[in-house]
């Protein structure tokens, strides 16, 4: 137990970086609501700190006192529901008609703000759909990506819009930058396979750029597209910018690139999903092997960072001896005029290169899941989750955090954390590995428990 204590500093270091680079204002008090079924924060119900909810539905009626962090099939901020601080939910359908003094981050099949739903800050949203209904607001920025996007609310700041097919019907105060695709480019929005489970389906808007009769744009719109589209005059108070994007064009360097959040939105999502995948897997397949990386993860994280490193470096080592030592092969059948052995040798050195590629990569990734676990089970406090749903969601948020750190777009910086998470993973795992096969008939592994502060 005191070298657990010992060790640990390191890995609470860790965590609090992940969790300062990604909510600076988060509260120390925090709230955990899990249910198979429904998660419901009642009318007339505060909660005081932040709330990290999961089920088939989350449904907020009352009082959210800090950040709502949520995952489920159906997400629901009721009319009447208030979160003080941020919103970062993902789900089917994610639907807004209460208030969120904060910002939105949120991705889903649907992600929508009804008529009524106030959201005091930015709106960043992924998905299929993404929409901003007659009648919502938002106070800042709009950054959306999907297969399409509706703008009928009032917005406050700029949109940055990426969509195979975008419509304004609302006013927004600042400047429009979007691409868009061409005529024909949009998917009907039933073409999903979860489309049923989502309460009301979005309307479906065609490729292209659609400006209604109430569209408003106070500042300037820019757009790309493979055509242009009739623009009204009256509604864009500043200049209007079309920039033709061919066939030849759209697979080149000469493409603009998305906004740097949007960008690092959509990579967090990915390595996120990734991860959590991973994780799900190994605790479905490989639990005590899952458990016991966590516990050697509080326990030696200095040696398996180490282990780590020098595995990547010795993996890294090993694949340019099997280079040279193939090139060396052929030159040997060469000269004993043995070319038939030239394939076979060739063919050794691709299986082996591969198989030692692949394992160390596989390693690394499972590894990095067990981190998030860890990760979360530290934000949350929870050192044995005792359902397999709350062993899950305790996962996603670890993944969460994890991903939005290590996928930071800054030159240097976002490399050397991606190394490192890459690294420590990829030690404990082996350290993990290690522990099994010395004690391969080990019932129980024994893990650390969390300190409580």
């Known amino acids: 137990m005191q070298v657990m204590r010992r060790r640990r500093p390191l890995f609470v270091l860790l965590a609090a970086v992940l969790v300062g680079c990604l909510a600076p204002g988060m509260a120390l008090a925090a709230q955990f ?5 429904e998660a419901l924060v009642e009318s007339g119900t505060t909660v005081e700190g932040n709330l990290y909810a999961t089920g088939q539905t989350v449904t907020i009626e009352g009082t959210v006192d800090g950040d709502l962090i949520c995952a489920g099939g159906q997400v629901a901020l009721a009319k009447g529901g208030v979160v003080t601080g941020d919103l970062m939910c993902a789900g089917q359908s994610v639907e807004i008609s209460g208030e969120v003094r904060g910002d939105v981050r949120s991705a889903g099949y649907l992600v929508r703000v009804n008529e009524g739903g106030i959201v005091g800050g930015e709106l960043m949203g992924a ?3 993404v929409e901003v209904e007659p009648g919502a607001t938002i106070g800042d920025d709009v950054m959306a990506a999907g297969s399409q996007v509706r703008l009928a609310g009032t917005v406050g700041g700029n949109a940055r819009v990426g969509a195979a097919g975008l419509a304004i019907d609302g006013a927004i105060e600042g400047d429009v930058d979007a691409s868009v695709g061409g005529v024909g480019e949009g998917m009907p929005a039933n073409a999903m396979p979860w489309n049923n489970q989502v309460p009301r389906m979005p309307a479906a808007i065609g490729g292209g750029l659609h400006l ?5 744009i106070g500042g300037n719109l820019s757009y790309s597209s493979p055509a242009a589209f009739d623009v009204p005059r009256q509604a864009v108070a500043g200049d209007v910018d079309h920039e033709l994007v061919t066939t ?17 939105l959509l990579a967090a999502l990915r390595r996120a999903f990734a991860l959590f995948v991973l994780g799900a897997l ?4 490989a639990p005590r092997l899952a458990e016991a990386g966590r516990g050697l993860l509080f326990s030696q994280a200095l040696p398996g960072l180490g282990w780590g490193c020098g595995s990547l470096f010795g993996a890294g080592v090993l694949l340019i001896g099997l280079g040279i030592a193939t090139i060396l092969a052929l030159i040997l059948f060469s000269a004993l005029t043995l070319g038939e052995f030239s394939s076979l040798a060739l063919a050794v050195s691709a299986v082996l290169g591969t198989l030692l590629s692949f394992g160390v990569y596989l390693l690394a990734w499972m590894g990095q899941s067990v981190v998030a676990t860890g990760i979360g089970r530290l934000i ?3 050192g044995d989750p005792a359902s397999r749903g709350r062993q ?6 670890g993944a969460i955090l994890l991903a939005a750190v290590i996928t930071v777009p800054v030159p240097v910086l976002g490399s050397l954390l991606r190394l490192t998470a890459a690294a420590l993973g990829l030690g404990t795992m082996l ?8 004690e391969p008939n080990a019932e129980t592994i024994a893990v650390a428990p969390l300190a409580a502060d």
Do not use: I, Y
């Open 282 to 285: 190994l605790l479905w397949l």
């Open 380 to 382: 949350l406090r929870d």
């Open 431 to 438: 350290l993990a590995l290690m522990k099994a096969f010395r």
């Open 248 to 264: 030849a064009e759209a697979s080149g360097p000469a493409v603009p690139e998305q906004p740097w959040p949007l960008r690092w």
């Open 127 to 129: 998905g299929f759909a």
């Open 392 to 397: 899950l969601a305790v996962l996603a948020l």
């Open 212 to 216: 209604g009769e109430e569209a408003s």
């Open 33 to 37: 609501m899990s249910d198979d079924a």
